[in-house]
Each structure stands twice: as C-alpha cells, then as structure tokens.
C-alpha cells in the first residue's frame, strides 16, 4: 500500500538513495551550434473582389486552424482627443453582434470550444480564432459577424466604460505603468500619437455613436487581411467568399506618424510614489521605424545590451550587483519611429547606483567594438532561437501578421538567418552611436523621493525635475 512519507521519512529515503561519492554537475554552458538557414512557411495569396487579402499557410498536421484578421485601427489611428478608442471598440466587437447578445454570442463560440478575441496595437487591430478545423466554418461565421456586423449595445458600452475607467485610476498605484506613461509624454509629447495618454477625460469621450463611426471608418476589407494557418487550403476560398463576401468598403485615408522631436540634453525625471519599495526606472529617447534598413544590426545591438536574460544589463544589475531582478533594454518598432527603452524594477537604495550602471553599459557598447566572441554568440542565439519562433499555428500566425502590418515580403524570413549573420561588429557600433544617445535622453524613474532624490541630484547625467503622478495618471 503507497503512503505519504512525511519530511523526516522522505529526506531518509532520498538518502539512503545518494550515492556516497559527491555529484558533479556541469559548470559551463553549451555552446551553441552552427547558425542554420530557415524557410518560411509556404503561404499561398487570393485576392477577393471587394479588396480583403487572403493568405494560406498549410500545417495540416493536426485538425486545427488559426484565423487571423488584420485591420486597421491601431493606436496610432486613435483620435488626438479620444486616445484609445480603437482599443475600446475592439473590446466591444464580442459585446453583442449580429443580433445576438454578448451571453449568447459568448455561448456560441464556447459551444464550438473556439477562441475568439481581438487587441490593438499600434498599427492595426488583430481579430485571432483559434479552433478545431471541423468547427472552422461555423467559427468563421461568428468572426465575421463580430468584425462586420458588432451590434454595440448601449448597455455593454456603458459597463466596458466602466471597467475601463475602474483600470486607468488602478494606475495610480502601478510604478510600471506610471513610468510607461512619463516615459511616453516626455519622450514624444501630447502632439505625437506616441505621446499621447488615455485619461480618464479621454475615455469618457469614448461614446457609442463615436465607437460605431470609428469601426465603420477603419473596419474595411479594402484594409484587412485575412490570415489562415494550420489545416487550411486554397480549397475553403468559395467558405471565404461567402462568409466576408459581401462586406463592403474602401481605404481609410492613412494616418500620418510625424517625425519624432529630438530632445536637447539628457534630464531626470523623478515622480514621487511615496514609500515604494523599489524604483522603476526608464531610460531611453525615439528610436526607429520597423522599415529601417539597420533592422538587422538593431536586433544584434540590442540584443547585446538588453534583449536577453544573458544580455550587458542583465549581467551586470543583475548578476553583478543584485540591483534587480531583471534588467532589459528595447527598441519599439511601428510604423514611426518608436522608443529605445531601457529599464528595470531596482532595490530602492541602488536607485542612484543603477542609472549609473545603466549609463555605463550603453556608453560602453557606443564607445567600444564588441568582442567576436560575444558576437558570434549573439547572432547564433538570435538565429537558433528562429525556429522556436514559428513553431505552432499561433506563433506563424503572430508572425506573419507581423509582415503583412508593415508590408514585409511573405518570404521574409528566409534570408533571416543570412542577414543576422552578415551582421559585423562595425554594424554594431556604426548603428549604436547612430540609435543610442546617452547625452539626450529621458530618465524617468518612479519611486519614493525622500529616499532617491540626494543620490539622482548627485549625478553628473542631468537636471532632476520632480514631477507629479496625477500628471501621467490621470
């Protein structure tokens, strides 16, 4: 008879298991293997007559299909006094839709043990389904209806409201999002979209007759691409045609992303959350636009300095110092040119110390040329990691919309692999003193100022302005 063996019973146990000589373990890593090349998924294209794009990706391997729908409507396309509205209607779209109510239009999807939601980002609205490919058909129709047809009930626009009013004032009491936001108003500014806050103002701007002009201006199948990976074919086109056929609609005017400002000089900005147990900070100025043609070289710079548990900054506030938990650093591609950030949740007491080891890292990577060694580690982490990447219908599908946003040629990522490799520590350096700019940055750190404001007034990187949270949160 099996019993539960209480501590004591099982530490003897385990014991008396051991064997006497000491265990030995590892104490180097493997070195990774030799970069290989990567093709991307075979995709076949149909164009439909009102304008929708439809992209085949066959994985047939198991009965599953994931949909994808790619519109605009990003955060970008929001307008400058209702920022977050296209956010707020793609949260709706499932709110009651084609006649049925939110209840029973939520029961119908669950009775085909489907998934059906939408997000935004800041170039376009995403619709994912994910389901068994038996129930594909029926699934697909309620996508449609949710996409085409949302029914807005007044009701469920009030109590959505509601709880996203109930989420902005949780804000308050979040350093990361607070430090997100500063970081967003004084990198940009309120005239950039980039620069722009959700408010509580804002949001109540948010009415339903605005949610139905801005679905019928951005949802269009002139602007959408219907994505489809897994047990698909070409074969279920007459199923597409019938299902988004008769949806009408041209192009949205496109939205245009000015060109960020360039700030003059590095300043600290310090926003008092007091008694904070840590200090969360943001470092960083504009950065790039997806189509630039130093992607490459952006993706082995970063991926050096902060794009990795492995990476500069972890190493060194991590590792190191034990400032923090986890250091990292990034550059938001969009269709503009969006922020390089770097950051970390520090030890409040180290506050001072960690802008410094932050400072030192990206000065170092401007000043210095990365070691072969430390590059050829780099580049074969970011190519073995490829396939990983693109491994469930999901993962292709995340993907591949990634390309269609930024007009990407489908085949993308069969060069990848090359031109990660190409990538020489001249690129490296050429594009770190071109992208990173320690001398005209925004430091943004949020924490407690009785405690950190001595040590960040005592630092040679700038001016500290204390600034208000009520002026972030708001």
Request: net charge negative.
């Amino acid at each position: 008879m099996n019993r539960l063996l209480s501590g004591g019973l099982l530490f003897a146990a385990v014991a008396a298991c051991a064997p006497a000589a000491q265990l030995e373990y590892p104490t180097t890593p493997p070195v990774p293997g030799p970069a290989r090349e990567f093709a991307t998924p075979v995709s076949v294209e149909r164009t439909m007559a009102n304008g929708m794009r439809v992209i085949y990706v066959s994985k047939p391997q198991l009965p599953i299909v994931q949909a994808t729908l790619i519109t605009r409507g990003g955060q970008t396309d929001d307008p400058a006094d209702i920022q977050g509205l296209g956010a707020f209607t793609a949260s709706l779209l499932d709110e009651g839709a084609a006649g049925r109510s939110a209840l029973d239009f939520a029961a119908a999807v669950e009775q085909l043990g489907a998934s059906l939601q939408a997000g935004v980002n800041w170039d376009a609205t995403q619709v994912s389904l994910h389901v068994l490919s038996e129930e594909f058909p029926e699934a697909l129709r309620l996508m449609a209806d949710m996409v085409i047809r949302p029914d807005f009930p007044a009701p469920e626009v009030d109590r959505v409201l509601q709880e996203r009013l109930t989420n902005l004032a949780r804000g308050r009491d979040d350093p990361a999002r607070i430090a997100n936001n500063a970081f967003s108003a004084l990198v940009y500014g309120a005239e950039h979209p980039y620069g722009r806050l959700t408010t509580e103002e804002s949001a109540r701007r948010a009415t339903r007759q605005a949610v139905v002009d801005y679905h019928r201006r951005f949802y269009t199948p002139a602007a959408s691409t219907l994505l489809l990976v897994g047990d698909v074919d070409p074969s279920m086109q007459p199923l597409i045609e019938q299902v988004f056929g008769g949806w009408s609609g041209g192009n949205p005017p496109p939205t245009a992303v000015p060109a960020p400002r360039q700030l003059d000089r590095t300043r600290i900005y310090l926003v008092d959350k007091a008694g904070a147990p840590q200090s969360q900070i943001y470092i960083g100025h504009s950065g790039a636009a997806r189509d630039t043609p130093d992607y490459y070289a952006l993706e082995v710079l970063n991926t050096v300095l902060g794009g990795s548990f492995t990476s500069r900054l972890s190493q060194n506030l991590r590792e190191a110092h034990g400032y923090t938990y986890g250091a990292s650093s990034g550059f938001g591609m969009r269709r503009g040119a969006g922020p390089f950030t770097a950051g970390a949740a520090v030890v409040t007491a180290k506050t001072d110390s960690a802008v410094i080891e932050f400072f030192r890292e990206i000065e170092k990577i401007r000043a210095e040329a990365v070691p072969a060694d430390e590059l050829e580690l780099t580049k074969r982490y970011l190519t073995l990691g490829l396939p990983q990447q693109l491994e469930t219908t999901g993962q292709i599908a995340s993907s591949i919309a990634e390309l269609v946003i930024y007009g990407l040629p489908l085949d993308y990522y069969d060069d990848y692999v090359s031109r990660i490799m190409a990538v020489t520590s001249e690129d490296v350096q050429r594009v770190a003193r071109q992208y990173l700019h320690p001398d005209r940055a925004a430091v943004v750190v949020v924490g407690d100022r009785a405690a950190i404001e001595s040590g960040l007034r005592a630092l040679p990187m700038g001016d500290v302005e204390i600034r208000p949270i009520e002026e972030f949160v708001r």
